[in-house]
């Protein structure tokens, strides 16, 4: 399987924007959904943020509060993260999955975002 990879975390303050990317090849050709996760420092499960499908439908996490966005450019294997009026709950591991048939499993290593005061 080919590893999707993260970036586009950082430290930011309250209010702030991000946009996190994950760039999954050939993630289109093979028909695979994209998954956002996070994993609070010190915290064993990981919380699903977000899911899009091959056709672009959408879901999000109640915890996102409609400040988070998922999108896409295929042409350039990427989906986006989109992330709005950061709070300091929002400080995490970001790491995007890859889901669908045997050949799209695979998890990213994670970009870190930290929200401070």
């Known amino acids: 399987q080919e590893q999707p990879v993260e970036s586009g975390g950082g430290s930011v303050q309250v209010g702030e924007s991000l946009r996190l990317s994950c760039t999954a090849p050939?993630?289109?050709?093979?028909?695979?959904?994209v998954l956002w996760y996070r994993q609070v420092a010190g915290q064993q499960e990981r919380e699903w943020i977000a899911r899009i499908n091959q056709d672009d439908t959408r879901s999000y996490s109640g915890s996102t509060e409609g400040r988070f966005t998922i999108s896409t450019d295929r042409a350039a294997d990427t989906v986006f993260l989109d992330m709005e009026r950061l709070k300091p709950e929002d400080t995490a591991m970001y790491t995007c999955?890859?889901?669908?048939?045997?050949?799209?499993?695979?998890w990213g290593q994670g970009t870190l975002v930290a929200v401070s005061l």
């Open positions: 050939r993630f289109a050709d093979k028909r695979c959904s």
């Open positions: 999955r890859t889901v669908g048939a045997p050949s799209c499993e695979a």
